[in-house]
């Protein structure tokens, strides 16, 4: 079956989609590719998964800690630094992953691929005075 773009989902709605259809309604959202993360909450340790545009580096998924420019970076980043092994849901696939910032220099030599996986993401940087995080998603 040919996927279809979930754009018209957000949330908690967006996330049950995706595992629901083992991401053929969901993975696609407003045409960018989509996973589900799961943290741990950093003080709770509750689990919760929330569906991120990713992009690749090499082997490695990349997500963007942009929060829509904002000045804080996302609660996900903050439970990532605490507990950074965790899970992916790529399409049908969970994927053991462990989570690391990218360096500076490979910030910068992944913008303009990241722009091109999602273009909101040029427009967030330049709405922030924060520098927006990458976070590379390593296989375990």
């Given at each position: 079956m040919a996927e279809r773009d979930s754009g018209d989902l957000y949330g908690d709605a967006h996330v049950?989609?995706?595992r629901e259809t083992g991401g053929e309604y969901g993975h696609l959202w407003r045409g960018a590719p989509t996973l589900l993360l799961t943290t741990k909450g950093a003080k709770s340790g509750k689990e919760?998964?929330?569906?991120?545009?990713?992009?690749?580096?090499?082997?490695?998924?990349?997500?963007?800690?942009?929060?829509?420019g904002y000045a804080k970076d996302p609660g996900w980043l903050h439970n990532?630094?605490?507990?950074?092994?965790?899970?992916?849901?790529?399409?049908g696939r969970r994927l053991r992953v462990r989570a690391r910032e990218a360096t500076a220099?490979?910030?910068?030599?992944?913008?303009?691929?990241?722009?091109?996986?999602?273009?909101?993401?040029?427009?967030?940087?330049?709405?922030?005075?924060?520098?927006?995080?990458?976070?590379?998603l390593e296989s375990r």
């Open positions: 049950e989609s995706y919760r998964t929330m569906a991120l545009i990713y992009g690749r580096s090499g082997d490695d998924y990349l997500v963007v800690a942009s929060k829509g990532l630094r605490a507990h950074p092994d965790t899970e992916v849901q790529i399409g220099e490979e910030r910068e030599r992944l913008w303009p691929a990241a722009a091109e996986y999602n273009p909101h993401w040029a427009r967030y940087r330049e709405r922030t005075t924060r520098e927006i995080p990458f976070v590379l």
